[in-house]
T-cell receptor
């Protein structure tokens, strides 16, 4: 069975603080893909990153970075110097064999000025 | 123009009514998906289709049916809507390529009274 756990339901930070969103996954597959999506208040889902299980390199894209650790089955997401526009719900997801996504319940991030 | 479109974007209906949500894509993808999102929960898979003749149930298919009219069109029907089907519905597409991302439509907000 596959499962994604985002233990942090809500996080509130002040602008310019760094924040890390946690994602822990369970799978029996040896090859798998992990995703992060952002859902701003407007409701659409915005793709942020895809990572396959063979690539454990950390990734940085501007203020965003991702730490993938197979040893702890985690794929954590860090926003550096957070901004008000980062306020959104963030979802971690694991792709299963049918290529559908198993989503975590999401972490709601509120960045206040 | 958006690659994945959903109509309607918002719908209010009454208990017992039949309603259809439509999804169209111009990405040329073969795989299409319907998800449902309830407040505080992640997205849950309703149905998915690998091609026009291949339809599969997801984890919460009861009360729903689908039709894949063409490669580019995938419709979701609620045969007799009930209030607990009030949710945000997303259509998504992808390909069979392992490195492909899943692309989401803008969502349909459905309220069943």
């Amino acid at each position: 069975a596959q499962k994604v756990t985002q233990a942090q339901t809500e996080i509130s930070v002040v602008e310019k603080e760094d924040v890390t969103l946690d994602c822990v996954y369970e799978t029996r597959d040896t090859t798998y893909y992990l995703f992060w999506y952002k859902q701003p208040p407007s409701g659409e889902l915005v793709f942020l990153i895809r990572r396959n299980s063979f690539d454990e390199q950390n990734e940085i894209s501007g203020r965003y970075s991702w730490n993938f650790q197979k040893s702890t089955s985690s794929f954590n997401f860090t926003i550096t110097a957070s901004q008000v526009v980062d306020s959104a719900v963030y979802f971690c997801a694991l792709r299963h064999s049918g290529y559908a996504l198993n989503f975590g319940k999401g972490t709601s991030l509120l960045v206040t000025p | 123009d958006a690659d994945v479109t959903q109509t309607p974007r918002n719908r209010i209906t009454k208990t017992g009514k039949r309603i259809m949500l439509e999804c169209s894509q111009t990405k040329g993808h073969d795989r299409m998906y319907w998800y449902r999102q309830d407040p505080g929960l992640g997205l849950q898979l309703i149905y998915y289709s690998f091609d026009v003749k291949d339809i599969n149930k997801g984890e919460i298919s009861d009360g729903y049916s689908v039709s894949r009219q063409a490669q580019a069109k995938f419709s979701l029907s609620l045969e007799s809507a009930i209030p607990n089907q009030t949710a945000l519905y997303f259509c998504a597409t992808t390909t069979s390529l392992a490195e492909e991302t899943q692309y989401f439509g803008p969502g349909t907000r459905l309220l069943v009274l």
